[in-house]
């Protein structure tokens, strides 16, 4: 299968980062995961394209205001399990597009589809507050 092309919105399996795992020295994801594209840049003079990931998980947040969950249809448009699922807003990872980290699902794609516009538009604004506030991190992959 061919590698997608990134944009704002689009849900990729990635191999994330965890900033408690970085803070450690770890410098590979655990575990790959769906990931949402909250930004894409267009190529750089370089032809690079800087990107920034939130995670998904099952995992229920301690604190409400770093994740939104995801609506079970939403989950079950992606092709997600029947779990509950968060994006976590406090945890980000960039790295130039594809990378190494990018991952194949089973099926040999590396793409879940899209989230909805709304929920985009939730992620996008509880990042900006989370950063604007810096509560947020962003862990450099590249």
């Given at each position: 299968?061919?590698i997608?092309?990134?944009?704002?919105?689009?849900?990729?399996?990635?191999s994330?980062?965890?900033?408690?795992?970085?803070?450690?020295?770890?410098?590979?994801?655990?575990?790959?995961?769906?990931c949402a594209?909250?930004?894409?840049?267009?190529?750089?003079?370089?032809?690079?394209?800087?990107t920034?990931v939130?995670?998904?998980?099952?995992?229920a947040p301690?604190?409400?205001?770093?994740?939104?969950?995801?609506?079970?249809?939403?989950?079950?448009n992606?092709?997600?399990?029947a779990?509950?699922?968060?994006?976590?807003?406090?945890?980000?990872?960039?790295?130039?597009?594809?990378?190494?980290?990018?991952?194949?699902?089973?099926?040999?794609?590396?793409?879940?589809?899209?989230?909805?516009?709304g929920?985009?538009?939730?992620?996008?604004?509880?990042?900006?507050?989370?950063?604007?506030?810096?509560?947020?991190?962003?862990?450099?992959r590249d």
């Amino acid at each position: 299968m061919t590698i997608p092309i990134p944009k704002p919105g689009l849900v990729i399996r990635y191999s994330f980062l965890w900033s408690t795992d970085h803070d450690r020295g770890a410098t590979e994801g655990i575990k790959d995961r769906p990931c949402a594209i909250v930004v894409a840049t267009p190529r750089d003079k370089n032809g690079h394209i800087h990107t920034i990931v939130a995670p998904i998980t099952h995992s229920a947040p301690d604190d409400m205001n770093t994740s939104i969950e995801i609506p079970a249809t939403v989950c079950k448009n992606l092709g997600l399990d029947a779990g509950r699922h968060w994006l976590r807003i406090d945890e980000l990872n960039r790295f130039l597009w594809p990378g190494y980290d990018l991952r194949a699902r089973a099926d040999g794609r590396y793409e879940y589809g899209m989230v909805p516009p709304g929920l985009f538009e939730q992620l996008r604004l509880g990042i900006v507050e989370l950063q604007r506030n810096r509560k947020g991190r962003v862990i450099a992959r590249d």
